[in-house]
């Protein structure tokens, strides 16, 4: 793997996500903490706007809008779209050369009870490489594969040459919690010094394969003549995130109290359980494989 | 206590609280499962452009509107003044000598794990009456009365000349979770047994006094030097709703992981532990007294 020259931290992305963009202030105010042999850390407030008014968004997704096509397309003039076309100006831009930055890790939480994931959108070496190497000193941190409402190729670590976003949950929207800002700090250190080890030439050895749940499908609720929301997940199923569901398992019940059971002949993993910033993307759980995969 | 004609549930009052608007459009739609002898249920969904955008008001906080003076104000013209006007126009007016509705109970939730809570904000007989009936229905249920960051007045159910607020817990903002969902509706039904007894003269005789947490103050995050919260709830209070904190007990730890603790001489409750909707006016939770008190 190619040695690094500057990496960013980027929280903000979604603006009440507040953890990731206390912890890049944190760590805005105490440079020293990310500052390795070999490399240069930039720290960056992605959406600055939208964690001071605490949304999602001023107006749409800015983890959506770093499509070719869209950046290079001067109608498209959204807050957010500006915004990623400032981001990639910053960082990137995206496809050339030498962007300005190697990597990015991109920081966000989730309502769902997920632990520390790792969400792998492409097969890039050296985003894998740095998520194996998560995974071997925090056995807890778990690797997603995306395959979700969107190409690979609109998040805001696409920006760079690799990369990839960090999911830390569960925890609600516009909320900070002590317990999640550990888990992400901690994260964070092991990406710094797998990036100074990788420059040394000091790495430990990894695993040639690493387990990932590799998505599948996306599940949406149940629902009404409307399209109204008309079930909730199951009982059994909140906060069991990584659950492998089998046929008859419970999986949704409805306001009236019915359980809708998972259909599916091939059991599968329930990710994203009841994420909230899912609701208005119409899905109620990601469903994956539990695969080893080869590293790239 | 005086026999009551009509009642209103309320949900959707904060759009991002979705428990309660969908539990309303639930009882909505089986109108038989309110229906009870002696008096009618208004069912109404309070906010339903906030609901529709899952956030919790469009403009400024609905349940804050209720102010007479404000309620007068023809300059007074935001989304939720407007609304505030119409809701007082449909289930009051507030302090007519017949309005339309004798009781309101409005449906909130909260990120604070403070279980299911009636919020008392005054010391009318027919809301502490059905408060006492429902915690002696429930033993779980606990009694808060609220001293906040508003007067008495201004909340949803102060239109009606009786009524407070249920508050159901931990969940986040955007979210359905079945089990916060059965514990409201659970509550809802109490309620409305409550008036039925009350009306047929067959209300079971309640204890004179009730355990109620008594609002004393409500406390900020740390700051740092440009205004910005440096600390979170400690990890040992986080979730500990009602924990009676006692000086030197972990309050806050700041992002740099220094503890800040409790300094009062006076051991004290905490309420709305780390609340989301809480951050944008400032406080980090409420501190409260348990005491006893006379139904009025």
Redesign the interface.
Known sequence: VKKVKKIAIVGGTHGNEKTGA??V??LMK?PGSVQRKGFETILRISNAKAVEK??RYIEEDLNRRFNPAELADPGKNSYEALLAKELNEELGPKGAEKPAVDFILDLHTT?SNMGVTAILDSRDELAWQAAAYLQAHDPNVRIFTWKGDTGESDFVHSIAPAGFALEVG??????????I?EKTERAVQHILDFFEKLNAGTLEKSDAELEVYDSVTLLDFPRDEEG??AG????EL?DQDYKLLKKGDPLF?T??GETIPYDQEEPLHAVFV?E??Y??KGFAMSLSRKVRKPLP
Chains 1, 2 share one sequence.
Do not use: S
Not at 170 to 179: F, H, N, S, T, W
Not at 232 to 235: A, E, G, I, K, Q
């Open positions: 206390w912890l202030r944190k105490a605490c949304v309502t569960p925890i609600p929207q516009g909320v900070l919690r002590a317990d800002f109204e929301i909730m997940v199951h009982p909140q019940i306001l009236e009841n909230a910033a609701y208005e």
